[in-house]
């Protein structure tokens, strides 16, 4: 045998215990499915009724609702503070609303505010890892596997809903739910529409805690699916975007 | 090569001490130590085969993250027709529920740490 036949021979073995190696190796067929009572939709949108907010001052049901089930910190630094919903004033809020002859009372009034699942999503644009991106059904949906915290989506969004991690959070969670995982130190974190309760057929936890209380200023679902509430107030309503003339087209609408 | 017998001998006494390890074990008729671990009581079969998840279970979990975080799905069918919820904590540490005497024992054997629970939490053992 000279030396290329040697080389071929080796090669073609060393080929023929990789293949089997990896032959054996093969992961079994794995299925993977939604739960039975997932809810889906096209499109999500929510609704938020400013008027009937504005009939509870100082609630605080959706926020403490949304941060319990998400293990979100309570961190008193304003610099490193973590949130996913939270109350701005109807001025910061809505700048462009606002004009000389509005009324302080106006002007203070708080708003709810999350993330506005931009239909046209300028963090998604910029990551660059995937990490955020837009899923078919209009959730700005977060990967905190793949986020390397490089804070591109916080400089790209226009409404500052995403938070990064300066610190461990965990120090700050006063309670722990064990079903979602926290976050750790150099990750950027925001609103997911509750991807991981709507899979399981349940609306948003904010959603469901205003509900519950009674006060209906929340409204969640596809705005194009016949019947739908959130379809109709939209339809019956003026409804305000926040920055409009950025052209993100976001998917929460405040009723006024 | 007047000193081949003398060489050869040399030779013979380094293989005998370089293999000495395997000579010993092999007279102790005991295989390598192996990780302590304690399954869960009242359980008789994992998620699949136990063969299955230890070769696979870091494969599985990335199934699994992937098919929650990036496809929106949320069960797990396996390979014998059960149907599991996908979650590290709910799930694999429903069963396994002392993880520091589970999973870390074999990981500091093996030499591998998994940052999985600076945001995956353990019930028991978390703030």
């Not at chain 2, 540490?93 to 353990?122: K, M, N």
Request: net charge positive; glycine share 8%.
């Amino acid at each position: 045998m000279d030396r290329r036949d040697f080389i071929k021979t080796a090669g073609l073995g060393a080929f023929g215990l990789g293949g089997a190696a990896v032959g054996t190796a093969l992961i079994r067929a794995t299925t993977t499915k939604p739960s039975r009572e997932v809810v889906r939709a096209k499109r999500w949108a929510m609704g938020i009724d400013l008027r009937a907010c504005a009939q509870h001052p100082g609630c605080r049901k959706c926020i403490d609702a949304c941060h319990a089930a998400h293990n979100v910190p309570s961190i008193p630094e304003p610099r490193h503070e973590v949130k996913w919903l939270w109350k701005a004033t109807y001025e910061r809020t809505f700048p462009e609303q606002v004009h000389e002859y509005t009324t302080a009372t106006t002007r203070e009034q708080p708003v709810p505010v999350l993330c506005n699942h931009c239909a046209n999503a300028p963090c998604a644009r910029v990551c660059p890892t995937g990490a955020t991106w837009k899923r078919a059904d209009g959730i700005v949906m977060m990967d905190e596997h793949r986020c390397i915290g490089c804070r591109y989506c916080m400089a790209a969004c226009p409404y500052g809903a995403r938070s990064f991690n300066w610190q461990d959070p965990r120090p700050y969670l006063h309670t722990v739910t064990a079903d979602y995982p926290t976050r750790a130190k150099g990750v950027v974190e925001t609103c997911t529409f509750c991807a991981e309760r709507l899979v399981a057929g349940l609306p948003p936890a904010c959603v469901e805690a205003c509900q519950a209380a009674g006060f209906g200023a929340l409204l969640f679902g596809d705005p194009d699916e016949p019947g739908a509430e959130i379809g109709r107030a939209l339809r019956a309503r003026d409804a305000l975007r926040r920055s409009p003339a950025l052209g993100t087209a976001p998917q929460v609408f405040y009723l006024v | 090569m007047a000193d081949g017998a003398k060489v050869a001998g040399g030779l013979m006494v380094f293989v005998a001490l370089a293999c000495a390890p395997i000579w010993l074990v092999l007279a102790r008729r005991s295989t390598a130590s192996q990780p302590e671990i304690e399954l869960p009581v009242g359980q008789k079969r994992c998620v699949e085969s136990a063969e299955f998840m230890r070769q696979r279970h870091a494969a599985l979990l990335v199934d699994w993250r992937d098919a929650v975080v990036r496809e929106g799905l949320n069960r797990y069918v396996a390979s014998d027709g059960r149907e599991f919820r996908i979650s590290l904590t709910g799930t694999c540490l429903g069963c396994h529920t002392q993880a520091s005497a589970f999973c870390d024992r074999c990981h500091a054997y093996i030499g591998v740490s998994p940052e999985c629970w600076s945001c995956h939490v353990r019930p028991s053992e978390n703030p």
